[in-house]
């Protein structure tokens, strides 16, 4: 013991004990009285094979699900279809742009997953490149997924109003709701920061499309710079109709004021003249007072035609203006609608079974599964090493 | 728990050697230590039934049996007392004599250690349990159970010089 003084006290009291270990001298009698009082305990034949087969089918159905379930027959086909499509939205040339503001189409609030779809331009043709101006209109989809379908309802519209906007339509039933909306464009990213915080992570989705309208801008631009040109055209007709009629009308005068004077002379000389003289005097006051009456009447005509011309050119000149005023309108709306961004907000029931799919990466299913797998190998290894775990 | 003959079979003749040991290092008297492990096994055995398995050691089980079946010898007064006089005789093994002076060793310094201290050391040592086991079987946090343990070979260890100086 003195020699080995490396040995720790551990190594001495674990010797010690090993040491201290033996049976009883009648070890086989007491053992054989014990194994006599042992209950009775059915014997099971030993399961040949150990192999976890029901966790391993567990685990089969679940990589199975998992696979299925991420395959693109069916998840993205939604989004590829509407895309491929073309879409149905219009813009109406002659109505106000406050009446042509179509949102989207919302129908793709209904499928699971949003889509971002290509904005319809309002020309067919395109605009020259040269033309760099861009006069941007968004479009906002959202899809809310929630627990109580009319009380965010009612928060998105108290949210639309508190920004200013204005809600176009709203409906909400048990499983889902809808919302038709406008707000200034410059509200839209704090806007969206509210909406997220309605439907938290991946229960809020989102879809912004914006579409330039420098095709619409170019077009209402075309078409006031050629009312404007009409518009002067016609003023100068006018000018110059009333100039012509003017000198019409003056020479006349002067073909009557001339008239009018020699018969003034002639009838001061009948009174002095002779027989033969007055004849002559009378014969020709009468051929004067017909060359009068004859120029009065050219002079009603010229004054009636004048009339009509002026009439008409005014209505037209009434009409252009209006028309330009019109142009200036839509130019004024188009404006307006750019800084406005109209949006639709999808609401959508959502049971706690789909938070959880929502949440958790993979099918559902397939943790469940997974679980079950768990737990049966769980209790394959108690019902196989009980043994080992009791000794 | 259904156990069984072969299982029991096997556990008797893993567990018996501990257990009968420790009786003995205790009670220092063969027949009492044999009544005791008799005794002991034909209560497992009736008990089977209760015992959990799950999360329980069979072997501590066993041993809290054993000792409660100590307690109630010890409260029957028929030994007058835990004390007895060392009798190396009941000890002897036919090892060598450095493994004997081992054991008489250990013995006397045990005997200068707390009863608890003892009882931790012949519990950890000869029944080989787990600090676990030993505090589910003294009514004792685990990690109690390691400072104790801890403490008492500290002490044993400075008696175990003390004594090869001496």
């Known amino acids: 013991m003195d020699t080995n003084n490396r040995k720790t006290i551990e190594d001495i009291l674990t010797k010690w004990g090993k040491g201290a270990h033996t049976n009883p001298a009648n070890n086989s009698a007491l053992k054989s009285e014990v194994m006599s009082k042992v209950p009775y305990v059915e014997y099971k034949a030993p399961i040949k094979t150990p192999y976890p087969w029901l966790s391993i089918a567990f685990a089969g159905v679940a990589i199975l699900v998992f696979f299925v379930n991420i395959s693109p027959g069916e998840k993205m086909l939604p989004k590829i279809l509407p895309a491929i499509l073309p879409s149905e939205r219009s813009v109406d040339i002659a109505s106000p742009l406050e009446e042509q503001a179509v949102a989207p189409s919302h129908s793709s609030n209904s499928s699971k997953d949003s889509y971002v779809s290509m904005p319809t331009t309002y020309v067919s043709g395109g605009s020259p490149i040269t033309d760099k101006r861009e006069f941007l209109k968004t479009y906002y989809n959202a899809n809310i997924k929630t627990r109580n379908v009319s009380d965010t309802k009612n928060k998105v519209e108290l949210i639309v109003r508190g920004f200013g906007g204005r809600v176009d339509s709203s409906s909400a039933g048990e499983k889902n709701g809808y919302i038709s909306f406008a707000i200034p464009a410059e509200q839209l990213s704090i806007f969206k920061e509210q909406m997220k915080s309605l439907g938290l992570g991946k229960l809020y989705t989102e879809e912004l499309s914006s579409e330039n309208l420098l095709p619409q801008k170019q077009y209402i631009e075309g078409e006031k710079a050629q009312t404007e040109k009409t518009l002067t055209s016609l003023k100068n007709d006018r000018a110059q109709i009333i100039k012509n009629h003017n000198q019409i009308v003056n020479s006349y005068q002067l073909r009557i004021n001339d008239i009018n004077k020699e018969i003034a002379v002639l009838e001061f000389e009948w009174q002095s003249a002779g027989m033969e003289r007055r004849a002559q005097i009378t014969a020709r006051i009468n051929v004067l007072q017909n060359e009068k009456s004859s120029v009065l009447a050219y002079l009603a005509k010229e004054n009636s035609d004048y009339q009509n011309k002026i009439y008409s050119l005014d209505s037209q000149i009434k009409y252009s203006q209006m028309n330009l005023e019109s142009l200036k309108k839509q130019d004024q709306n188009l404006v307006d609608n750019v800084a406005t961004v109209n949006g639709t907000i999808g609401l959508s029931w959502v049971s706690l079974w789909q938070i959880a799919d929502i949440y958790i990466p993979g099918p559902l299913l397939a943790w469940i599964l997974i679980l079950g797998g768990a737990l049966a190998y769980i209790r394959h290894r108690r019902r196989y090493l009980d043994i080992g775990a009791i000794t | ?166």
């Open chain 2, 1 to 166: 728990m259904n156990l069984n003959k072969d299982e029991i079979s096997k556990l008797w003749d893993s567990i018996t050697p501990k257990l009968y040991g420790y009786l003995l290092n205790v009670l220092k008297d063969k027949r009492v230590a044999e009544d005791i492990l008799q005794t002991t096994w034909l209560k497992a055995m009736e008990n089977l039934g209760s015992f959990g398995g799950r999360g329980d050691n069979f072997s501590a089980w066993l041993f809290a049996i054993a000792r409660n079946e100590m307690r109630m010898h010890w409260r029957k007064g028929n030994q007058g007392g835990r004390e007895i006089a060392y009798d190396p005789s009941l000890h002897d093994h036919g090892e060598n004599d450095q493994s004997g002076e081992n054991k008489i060793l250990v013995d006397q310094i045990l005997d200068k250690l707390s009863e608890e201290e003892q009882d931790l050391i012949r519990l950890r040592y000869i029944a080989e349990l787990t600090p676990d086991d030993i505090g589910k079987l003294l009514k004792l946090n685990s990690v109690n159970v390691r400072v104790k343990i801890h403490r008492a070979l500290a002490r044993a260890r400075v008696l175990i010089k003390d004594q090869i100086h001496q």
